[in-house]
Structure formats: C-alpha cells, structure tokens
C-alpha cells in the first residue's frame, strides 16, 4: 500500500522554480521527520531538507538559501519549494517520512518524481 506520493517534478530551465508535494498517508502518526532525498545516476541518495516535528529544519549546503521545505499537517503533505535551479539539482526527488503505522520509527518513501534542470 502506498503511504506517500510526490507530485510537482519536471524539466526547468536553470535558474528557474518548482515545488514539489507529498501527500502522506493519515495512518502515519508519531512522525519524527518529514524530508526530501535525491539520487543522481551513479550517485548515492542524500538527504536535500529535512523538517523535524518541532518545526527545525536543515538543509544540504549545496541547496541552502535556494530550497524551502515546509508541511501543512492539516492536509498530510509537505512541500519543497526550489528556486535559482541548478542543472546539478537534476535528480529523482523521493519524499520520506519517519513514523508509525504499526512498527514505531519506520521510514516510508515515495516513489520519487523526476526533476531536470537544463543548461
């Protein structure tokens, strides 16, 4: 069963905009984190933004000042606004939240949403 799904990935221009969404299931609760992974091809998967439930939130230098992460628990789903879009931005995009269903502090993904970001 899916527990998070991403929506808002596309081709952009450098230094152009997009905002990413994830709907997360209403079944998690006790969320920890809600965050925002990329892979590249030949790369490993590395932590963009995270936002903790106290409301911090941390970045990768490589998109601070740049990338926006944010949630509206009222609806179950948190965002990730990128703006000035570099072509090393280019990547899968996969939402992760950390939480329970039935096992305490499991992480779910998406299926991730693909963005490119041309020269």
């Known amino acids: 069963q899916v527990q998070l799904v991403e929506s808002g990935g596309g081709l952009v221009q450098a230094g152009g905009s997009l905002r990413l969404s994830c709907e997360y299931s209403a079944r998690i609760y006790s969320i920890r984190t809600m965050g925002w992974f990329r892979q590249s091809p030949g790369k490993q998967r590395e932590l963009v933004a995270v936002?903790?439930?106290?409301?911090?939130?941390n970045y990768a230098d490589s998109v601070k000042g740049r990338f926006t992460i944010s949630r509206d628990g009222a609806q179950n789903k948190f965002y990730l606004q990128m703006n000035s879009l570099k072509p090393e931005d280019t990547a899968i995009y996969y939402c992760n939240v950390v939480g329970t269903i039935v096992i305490p502090n499991e992480n779910y993904w998406g299926e991730g949403t693909q963005v490119t970001v041309s020269s």
């Open positions: 936002i903790v439930s106290g409301g911090t939130t």
